[in-house]
């Protein structure tokens, strides 16, 4: 999304949250949350002077503050496919540093709530929160979350590390990220968009890698069978994939008018209807008999069962591919990024999560939080992450994985994506938008509303939701 300033009328934290309503676009698993404890901080020797020698009184003993390990820090994480991996990062801290992590598990659900607890506290129980892209606003743009700068004003961002469309910045004049706002959070999951097909199948059929969504209509209609649909839409919840589609099109949710000003709500153009009907499409005549009812989970049981041959979703869920308890397509599943309405038109949404150091914390534990992510974003602990299972968001990481025999055909999709990440809209009140979003889309999917009516609809809404947050926004076009 193109950026330019914004006017807006200042919105407190509390009022958004309470409209906010909980979003399940990631994979997340359910169970009680939990506290993981990590192996004992290494103990740390300290030079000691000579008992014959008078003490040297200072003013502060740094030598000796510098060699004790950093206070122990919590991080308040979400349970995830990623989440082993994570563990297995912070374990390889704690036995490398010395410095203890303590990990709250928490199911996506309940991740919102404590984080707002959390900020809202005299001090904050956790030293590091993580925050999913469709929140992490509200708490950057409210100053929840300490700037980077702020804990060491000598931190710079390895240019290596993708930030995705400037989830890490926001810009306090813009009201918005952008490339030149200030770092707010740092990447930890780096989850976008793949689309996965069963190369054998494709061979067979002499089919190449899909490059457009034609070659995907292409491919399903070669494909399905009375036993195999051709393809699976990600239904519950759409709106995550469908952005995809739409931003193939050239198309927006919203955008900002660079001449005005004024937000202008663009879900009802000719290039959301073109991305909508394609979509609806390929759902309706190639999915399976309940193309209506999937959700991620369905998705990678079908593909992982041989039931689909092709599909968009999330890159985390490729090991899923190769898991013998999980698949029994293993080595027979390729990807590559996801396609376009034109080649090289091709768009990838970013799902992702960002660390944050909340605000109400004493100067030694920020401190120790943010030596926990400088170490983190490493490319030595980047490449532990990935090899541990979780979903790296350094690019130098992706073009060496790209050469794993194990892991390197999805890891170079990954790497050949991150030019054609778009951002999902970064408003304080994205989640009311995507709940729109997934109300109109899921009408139109099952044929309770035109795809005119869903969008014409959809962006009536969206209007009224900016209108009455105190956006300038463009009249509705007709």
Request: charged content about 20%; some cysteine.
């Amino acid at each position: 999304m193109n950026l330019h300033p914004i006017q807006k009328v200042k919105h407190g934290f509390l009022l958004p949250l309470s409209l906010i309503v909980v979003l399940t676009f990631l994979l997340t698993a359910c169970g009680p949350a939990a506290t993981t404890e990590p192996p004992a901080p290494t103990q740390v020797v300290t030079e000691e002077p000579p008992a014959t020698q008078a003490p040297v009184v200072t003013e502060a003993p740094v030598a000796t503050e510098e060699a004790k390990p950093l206070p122990p820090i919590t991080i308040l994480i979400n349970e995830s496919p990623w989440l082993p991996g994570f563990e297995a990062l912070v374990n390889k801290y704690v036995a490398e540093t010395g410095n203890q992590v303590n990990l709250n598990r928490t199911p996506f659900n309940g991740m919102l709530e404590k984080s707002r607890n959390a900020v809202q506290a005299s001090e904050s129980e956790f030293d590091i929160l993580t925050l999913n892209e469709q929140w992490y606003m509200q708490f950057y743009g409210d100053g929840l979350v300490t700037p980077i700068k702020e804990i060491d004003p000598t931190f710079e961002l390895d240019p290596q590390v993708i930030e995705y469309e400037w989830a890490t910045r926001w810009d306090a004049e813009l009201g918005y990220s952008s490339q030149n706002g200030e770092l707010y959070g740092l990447p930890i999951n780096g989850n976008i968009m793949l689309f996965f097909y069963r190369k054998d199948l494709f061979e067979e059929k002499g089919l190449a890698a899909p490059q457009t969504w034609a070659d995907v209509e292409a491919a399903a209609q070669a494909l399905k069978t009375d036993e195999m649909a051709g393809y699976v839409v990600r239904a519950n919840p759409p709106n995550w994939e469908f952005q995809a589609f739409l931003a193939s099109y050239g198309g927006n949710v919203i955008k900002l008018e660079e001449q005005t000003g004024e937000w202008e709500v663009t879900l009802n153009s000719p290039e959301a209807l073109q991305a909508l009907t394609t979509w609806l499409k390929l759902g309706r005549d190639y999915g399976p008999a309940n193309y209506a009812d999937n959700g991620q989970a369905e998705m990678i049981a079908l593909m992982a069962s041989g039931k689909v041959p092709q599909m968009v979703l999330v890159g985390a869920s490729a090991p899923d591919f190769d898991n013998p308890e999980k698949s029994i397509v293993i080595g027979n599943v390729a990807a590559v990024p996801v396609p376009g309405s034109e080649v090289g038109k091709n768009a990838t949404m970013s799902g992702i999560w960002v660390m944050g150091v909340p605000h109400n914390l004493p100067a030694e534990r920020k401190e120790a939080a943010l030596a926990f992510l400088k170490w983190s974003l490493t490319k030595d602990a980047q490449m532990f992450y990935a090899q541990s299972g979780a979903i790296p968001v350094r690019q130098d990481v992706y073009e060496e994985m790209a050469n794993d025999p194990k892991l390197g055909w999805w890891m170079k999709a990954m790497a050949d994506s991150t030019s054609y990440i778009h951002a999902q809209p970064r408003l304080t009140e994205t989640p009311q938008i995507i709940e729109v979003l997934d109300r109109r889309l899921k009408q139109a999917l099952i044929n309770e509303i035109t795809p005119e009516e869903a969008l014409s609809e959809g962006a009536k809404e969206i209007f009224k939701i900016l209108s009455d947050a105190g956006y300038k926004v463009k009249p509705l076009s007709e």
